[in-house]
């Protein structure tokens, strides 16, 4: 399933409560606040751990969220954009995350950049609904596959650093 | 709207949040890089833990082996100390040079570490097991407490002696630490036993009573014994109380004044082994000499000397065996003789077995056999084994002498070769003329032996049973009799050397007898074969009167008869001069043929004839046959002489009528008349058997009257009946007996008839 540190960090991410979509106006509000708190929390988990590896914001209305993740390889880093919308039948639906810049350069990505999550995140996620929010999107879904697929990428020699600081 | 406010403010947090810098911590992973690295580059020293997950540094390593050592009490095994600390055991010892470094009181050992206050610890431990046991050595300790024993000596025992621990080091063996009252304890057991000993006793069997170790037990004897010695500083000695030491002493000294001398076994008996040195030591004063048995003082030996002189002063002899002590054997006999005898006195003496004969003693001895070596001697003459021996010696003597040819060459040669040898040497003049001696010594030696060894092979003219016989006797009156059989062996070449020489003279003088007594014999013999060849005439002469037929029968008869004993005469005469020890007397005619056959050819020539007559038929052939014999034998017949016939006849007749006159025997009587009646009536001699007396009569009956013819007749018959043994012949001889006067005198009476008339 998932390996030990992931489900440690998992567990450290508080649940969310209310089972609401971005249609549902007052709920929703309510929903966005968890997962802004969730959020928080995570981010503050991830720095107390020397383990920021994001950075996001979203919209106004907090259906559209974007921003860079990145992964230190061989004392290098390597940042991508990432992006992703709030589904309608979301939280029943998992955010479908994406990197653009990969998109065409690894067989594990939809179109547009989507990355294709592990066979467990769905039944996991369907089994957690409403409990699972963003930030538990982030860390069970994008954290597994850049841990996987970068290294990888890096050694096929399909990513490269780019010298930039941020 | 305040729910959005709300939501505003929570991207601006969230924002925040993101943007806030991360804490700069270092992970587990940083870490073990940063120290990793700063180990590489040398800027930090540090020892891993065993499960690789800590650091220590060397400084609070080496504190923390000081804890340990401290909680365990003062010892820790490095072992141990690495398992608490958790780190290898190599950083240990690495690090043990600084731990040690200015401490002292710390000691590692056999991968221990051992500080001060441990050793104090067992230091109060030994004393306390010291006091208990009184003995203690550091062989036991290194076993209880596992440490080294030059640990425990130097670190442990000797710094604590006299301070922690009460006692005292072994001055022989510093391994060993007792104290005072053991071995007072000790001392007074020794005393004891020691005091208690009265004879020799082994060292082992001491020990074995008092229980104590050999080694205290020697280091402590000096200490206490003033009662006795030790043989030596092994387990084998033996103690020797002094008490003994002086008995013994006191014994050997008594026993050597009472007696002279001291013997080998007696003081082996009382224990001394080494008697030799014992005694020098013990008798240094005295003058001894040793033998083989024992010892005896120069008092001995000189009145062993005195005892020889005055058996040589007094002609006799002295037993040594009798005289030393009975415990001298036969060995030291001879060791005394060997340095008693002088020359002169061996010149003058015998040593038989442990007798010492004076040769005065002996001379007298064997005066006794001076009478049976004669007779033995003039014995081995008679029955010709000197003669033989004297030709066995010319037939031997010619090897002897080639030999000794030889010898003398050898000896040539060797001296020669000497004499070059000591040429060469130059100065060796003494050299050679000892060598020379020697040989010429060597050489007399062997001659001498040489000729022993030809007395063996010499003639026994006595025999070794018959001197010991009478040596037997003679010595048993002095009671010397176990001497007689070597006293033979010595006097039985004297006596034979003399027996031969006595046999010697007696053969030369029985040579020279001979010789006039085989020219006296020789004459007689002529004498009487001349006389009986005189006989043999006349009765020759006689026989022919007689008719014809008997005539035939008294030839052979006479043949028989005096013939025979001529020849036998003559051959015991030849026999005699050709050396030949056969006597003819009984022999037949074919023996007599026999020996002459063997006889040399011109003898054999003459002599054949003559036996041949006697058995033929004619007196004349045997005359002519003794004449040729008798010329061979030199010896010649007297011519016949008629006057002596008549006296020969004459006293024939005197002869048989004394013969009648004597004779009871009856048909003697006959015989004898009828004889003396032919030589009366026919003045001839007659020889001739009883059985020709019938013929003889009726020849005389014309000589006789008619009642002296029917008288003889008578007696005759009576004679023939009585000899046929019939049953009339006890009636014969009574009759016979009654005639007997009658007929010797009609012999008596007779008177030639032709006188008668005239």
């Known amino acids: 399933m998932v390996d030990e540190s992931t489900r440690k960090t998992l567990s450290s991410i508080p649940l969310l409560k209310t089972k609401a979509g971005p249609r549902d106006k007052e709920l929703w509000v309510q929903r966005l606040k968890e997962e802004y708190q969730s959020l928080i ?31 230190i390889h061989d004392l290098l880093k390597y940042e991508f954009d990432v992006e992703f919308d709030i589904p309608v039948m979301y939280p029943s639906t998992a955010p479908e995350i994406a990197l653009p810049e990969l998109d065409g350069k690894t067989a594990k990505m939809y179109r547009g950049g989507k990355i294709c999550l592990s066979d467990h995140f769905k039944p996991l996620w369907a089994r957690n609904v409403p409990k699972f929010g963003i930030a538990h999107a982030m860390a069970l879904g994008l954290g597994p596959w850049l841990a996987v697929e970068i290294p990888d990428l890096i050694a096929k020699g399909v990513v490269t650093h780019k010298e930039k600081t941020g | 709207m305040a729910d959005w406010e709300e939501i505003k403010r929570l991207a601006a947090d969230f924002q925040k949040v993101q943007l806030s810098s991360t804490s700069q911590k270092l992970s587990e992973r940083n870490c073990i890089e ?3 690295y700063l180990k590489e580059k040398k800027i930090i020293d540090l020892i891993f833990t065993v499960d690789g997950k800590e650091f220590l540094t060397p400084s609070h390593l080496i504190q923390d082996i000081k804890n340990e050592l401290f909680v365990s009490g003062g010892r820790i095994n490095l072992v141990e100390l690495a398992k608490n600390i958790g780190v290898d055991l190599a950083h240990i010892t690495a690090h043990l040079k600084d731990v040690l470094k200015g401490q002292k009181d710390l000691h590692s050992i056999l991968g221990q570490l051992i500080d001060s206050s441990y050793i104090t610890k067992i230091a109060g431990e030994i004393n306390e097991k010291l006091a208990q046991q009184g003995q203690i050595s550091i062989s036991d300790l290194t076993i209880q407490y596992d440490l080294s024993a030059e640990f425990l000596q130097q670190q442990v025992v000797e710094k604590h002696l006299g301070k922690i621990i009460h006692g005292k080091q072994d001055t022989n063996d510093p391994r060993v630490i007792f104290t005072e009252s053991f071995i007072a304890r000790c001392k007074a057991k020794i005393r004891g036993a020691l005091c208690g000993l009265t004879r020799p006793t082994p060292v082992a069997s001491i020990l074995n009573q008092i229980s104590l170790s050999e080694k205290l037990f020697f280091s402590l004897f000096d200490q206490t014994s003033m009662h006795g010695a030790l043989t030596s500083r092994v387990v084998g000695a033996q103690y020797i109380p002094n008490v003994y030491a002086r008995s013994q002493n006191e014994w050997v000294n008594n026993f050597y004044k009472q007696n002279d001398y001291l013997e080998y076994d007696a003081l082996a008996r009382l224990g001394i082994s080494d008697y030799k040195s014992f005694i020098k030591k013990q008798l240094s004063s005295e003058d001894l000499v040793f033998l083989n048995s024992c010892a005896a003082s120069k008092r001995v030996l000189e009145r062993a000397e005195a005892d020889i002189d005055e058996c040589i002063s007094s002609k006799s002899y002295l037993d040594l065996q009798s005289n030393l002590p009975s415990v001298f054997n036969d060995k030291d006999i001879r060791l005394i003789l060997d340095t008693v005898l002088t ?37 081995v003459v008679e029955s010709g084994k000197y003669q033989q021996y004297q030709t066995d010696i010319q037939i031997s003597s010619s090897k002897p002498q080639k030999f000794e040819e030889v010898d003398e060459k050898v000896d040539k040669r060797e001296e020669r070769r000497k004499k070059a040898a000591g040429g060469k040497s130059g100065g060796g003049t003494q050299g050679r003329e000892t060598k020379t001696k020697s040989t010429k010594k060597a050489k007399k030696h062997v001659e001498e032996e040489f000729e022993t060894v030809e007395r063996r092979q010499q003639l026994q003219v006595v025999l070794s049973e018959d001197i010991a016989d009478l040596i037997q006797k003679e010595l048993e ?8 059989e070597p006293l033979t062996q010595y006097l039985l070449p004297q006596l034979n050397e003399k027996g031969l020489e006595i046999a010697g003279e007696i053969y030369a003088a029985t040579i020279a007898d001979r010789t006039a007594n085989r020219r006296q014999t020789h004459n007689e013999l002529q004498n009487k074969l001349n006389a009986l060849i005189g006989d043999v005439r006349l009765f020759e002469k006689g026989l022919k009167l007689l008719p014809e037929e008997l005539q035939g029968q008294l030839v052979k008869y006479l043949l028989k008869t005096l013939c025979t004993d001529i020849t036998t005469e003559i051959l015991n005469y030849v026999a005699a001069e050709q050396n030949l020890n056969t006597q003819t007397d009984n022999f037949t005619n074919e023996q007599r043929l026999k020996f002459v056959n063997e006889l040399p050819p011109d003898l054999k020539k003459s002599l054949l004839p003559l036996i041949k007559s006697l058995s033929g038929q004619s007196i004349d052939e045997f005359m002519a046959a003794v004449e040729e014999s008798l010329s061979v034998c030199s010896m010649i017949i007297k011519k016949i002489d008629k006057k002596k016939d008549r006296t020969i006849v004459l006293n024939h007749k005197h002869v048989l009528l004394e013969q009648l006159n004597k004779c009871d025997d009856l048909a003697l009587v006959l015989h004898l008349t009828t ?10 001699m007659l020889h001739a058997s009883g059985r020709h007396v019938a013929a003889i009569l009726s020849f005389l009956k014309q000589y006789l009257t008619d009642g002296q013819v029917a008288e003889l007749t008578s007696y005759h018959d009576f004679v023939t009946l009585m000899l046929s043994g019939g049953s009339e012949a006890e009636s014969a001889k009574e009759k016979l007996k009654e005639k007997i006067q009658t007929v010797k005198n009609i012999a008596n009476e007779f008177k030639k008839p032709g006188a008668e008339k005239s």
Do not use: H, M, P
């Open chain 1, 41 to 71: 929390k995570y981010v503050q988990n991830n720095k107390d751990a020397d383990n920021d590896w994001f950075r996001l914001e979203s919209n106004k209305e907090g259906t559209r969220w974007f921003g860079k993740c990145w992964f």
């Open chain 2, 34 to 36: 940063i120290i990793n």
């Open chain 2, 343 to 379: 020359k002169q006195k061996q010149q003058q003496t015998i040593v038989i077995e442990n007798f010492i004969l004076s040769k005065a003693f002996i001379e007298n001895l064997s005066k006794n056999f001076d009478e049976l070596v004669k007779e033995k001697a003039k014995a």
């Open chain 2, 477 to 484: 009156e002095d009671g010397l009799d176990e001497l007689s």
């Open chain 2, 675 to 684: 004889l003396i009646i032919f030589t009366t009536a026919t003045q001839c």
